[in-house]
């Protein structure tokens, strides 16, 4: 059951212009060492907290009214 809504969150970066590194590191994935080639993966700690924030953000699920829900 969970496994769809990992599907859902990956759709909804996709369509919300996220790129997959981004939207890799919010679902937890880590790329492999040399991923297609890239060792320049490697470099680096990630995104900051800011970078994922601001991410987190721009995810949309249409039809989906949270303008009522109090953060």
Known sequence: ???????S???ACRD???YEE????LTGHAAPSGKNGNVG???GTGFSLHALNEA?????YRGL???KVKL
């Open 16 to 18: 919300s212009g996220l």
């Open 41 to 43: 993966r490697d470099y």
């Open 9 to 11: 969150f990956k759709d």
């Open 22 to 25: 981004m939207h890799d590191a």
């Open 65 to 67: 009214d949270l303008s």
């Open 1 to 7: 059951m969970f496994h769809s809504f990992r599907h």
């Open 56 to 60: 987190v953000k721009r995810i949309e």
